[in-house]
Every structure is written in structure tokens, then in C-alpha cells.
């Protein structure tokens, strides 16, 4: 079965940082891109990263370039969204998530998406 856990929330002062963990299993990581999405109060939901890693393609919403940094560790089949300068408007919850079609170059479109975790929630006060 696959299974993608996600980890690392929790509640932050706005310019703080934080650091997301999504384990992964029951797929060949390495072969598929992978990503973070997010959903707020009210919103929809949002692809923030996405990365491919087979082809090392990234994509980064335009609200959080600069701020956000995805990587991937093939060999321990891991997931990270280091997240830096954070804002309130960054509170939500996060899940990540495997791309089996996309695999080279990832849109980081919800729908794309095959698998996703349980979210972990991330708070940032002003």
C-alpha cells in the first residue's frame, strides 16, 4: 500500500522557520515526482512545491519562492519542505503527495496527483 506521512508542524512566529518530513513507502520514490500542497480556511487547495525525482525538476508557487526550499532524500525515501521567513498567511494544513504521470516535469496541480498523506498543520502568528 502506499503510504505518505507527513510531519513537522506546528506553531510559529511570523519570520520563523520551519521544517516539513513526508515518509514515504509502497512506491519507488525515486521513480515519481512528489510535492507539498496546502489548504487554508476557506481556500482551496494549493500546489506550493513539487519536485521530480527522477529528473530534479522543481516548481515553487509563486508565494513562497525564495522562502520554501523542497528536497528529497531517494535512500530514505523522505520528503522536506524547509521553510524559511515565514508569513500568517503560510498557516494551513499541508500534505504531501506522489505524481505517478508526471514524472519529469511536475505541474504541481492537485489533479495530477495519485496518492496523498494525512496533512500536518502548520500555524503562523503574527
Known amino acids: 500500500d502506499v503510504q505518505l506521512q507527513a510531519s513537522g508542524g506546528g506553531l510559529v512566529q511570523a519570520g520563523g522557520s520551519l521544517r516539513l518530513s513526508c515518509a514515504a513507502s509502497?512506491?519507488?520514490?525515486?521513480?515519481?515526482?512528489v510535492g507539498w500542497f496546502r489548504r487554508a480556511p476557506g481556500k482551496d487547495s494549493e500546489g506550493v512545491s513539487c519536485?521530480?525525482?527522477?529528473?530534479?525538476?522543481?516548481y515553487y508557487a509563486d508565494s513562497v519562492k525564495g522562502r520554501f526550499t523542497i528536497s528529497s532524500d531517494n535512500a530514505k525515501n523522505t520528503l522536506y519542505l524547509q521553510m524559511n521567513s515565514l508569513k500568517p498567511e503560510d498557516t494551513a494544513v499541508y500534505y504531501c503527495?506522489?505524481?505517478?504521470?508526471?514524472?519529469?516535469?511536475?505541474?504541481?496541480?492537485?489533479?495530477?496527483?495519485?496518492?496523498w498523506g494525512k496533512g500536518t498543520l502548520v500555524t503562523v502568528s503574527s
Open positions: 503527495a506522489v505524481d505517478y504521470t508526471n514524472r519529469y516535469h511536475p505541474r504541481c496541480v492537485s489533479a495530477d496527483m495519485d496518492y
Open positions: 509502497g512506491f519507488a520514490f525515486e521513480d515519481y515526482a
Open positions: 519536485v521530480s525525482n527522477t529528473f530534479g525538476e522543481t
